[in-house]
């Protein structure tokens, strides 16, 4: 198991920006995002491979979040701009169950995702 910790949640007016960090206790691992808003499913958002080099959206964020991650200070980020109401949910974030190189297929749900911080509200006003 790897410990998560989200953090930067909050609420926001349509158009703002907010970056969510995860702190991690390690930095081998692919990383991810998801939310889940209430009474839906969860959902993928980004997830990015455990070097940084690619970094995989769902086409509703596409353009408006950014993934990245600093494996020196083992924390992963979303920097999310040009927010809309749809975007209000608990932003999850969640490490692979195994580290280092996973397919890409494994990346764009958190079915393969082993690890999972307790969440951040993000809340967006119209």
């Known amino acids: 198991q790897v410990q998560l910790v989200e953090s930067g949640g909050g609420l926001v007016q349509a158009g703002d920006s907010l970056r969510l960090s995860c702190t991690a206790s390690?930095?081998?691992?692919?990383m991810g995002w998801f939310r889940q808003a209430p009474g839906k499913e969860r959902e993928f958002v980004a997830t990015i491979n455990w070097g940084g080099g690619n970094t995989y959206y769902t086409d509703s964020v596409k353009g408006r979040f950014t993934i990245s991650r600093d494996n020196v200070k083992n924390t992963v980020y979303l920097q999310m701009n040009s927010l809309k109401p749809e975007d209000t949910a608990v932003y999850y974030c969640?490490?692979?169950?195994?580290?280092?190189?996973?397919?890409?297929?494994?990346?764009?749900?958190?079915?393969?995702?082993?690890?999972w911080g307790q969440g951040t509200q993000v809340t967006v006003s119209s």
């Open positions: 969640a490490a692979h169950r195994r580290p280092g190189d996973v397919p890409s297929g494994d990346l764009y749900s958190g079915r393969q995702f082993g690890s």
């Open positions: 390690r930095s081998s691992y692919a």
